[in-house]
């Protein structure tokens, strides 16, 4: 049995896309984020995924949820997912992205990137 699609959401990137006062509360924010990933999923991908949540920053102590894994990055968030990708050789992978730089290395690490919307879609 092959293991599930790994997505990966940066999650300060995704909350950062929509202007809705996410910075006044960036764990609120993510913690909004995250609950809408574990009630709808990935839209569009319908197959078994596994979604990791990468916080950072002021995002820091979001807990897991069934269906989405909070992984709080020690450092940069682009970092952390980075070695998501690369720990996950083999397997597919698809970040959730807009940030240009962060999408050319995963992209060099063979990750399929989708922007924020197609994540986010409509409320």
């Not at 809408?36 to 949540?53: Q, S």
């Not at 968030?77 to 980075?82: F, L």
């Not at 962060?102 to 409509?122: D, N, Q, W, Y």
């Amino acid at each position: 049995m092959t293991a599930p699609s790994l997505v990966i959401i940066d999650a300060a990137n995704v909350v950062g896309s929509v202007p809705d006062g996410w910075w006044r509360d960036r764990r609120g924010a993510a913690e909004r984020l995250r609950d809408r990933l574990a009630r709808d999923g990935v839209p569009g991908h319908d197959a078994p995924v596994e979604i990791v949540l990468v916080v950072e920053g002021a995002a820091r102590g979001v807990a897991s949820v069934p269906g989405v894994r909070v992984d709080e990055a020690p450092g940069s968030g682009d970092d952390r997912i980075v070695e998501l990708v690369a720990e996950a050789a083999g397997r597919s992978c698809l970040v959730v992205t807009a940030d240009r730089e962060l999408r050319r290395r995963v992209g060099e690490l063979a990750a399929e990137v989708i922007g924020p919307r197609s994540v986010l879609g409509r409320s």
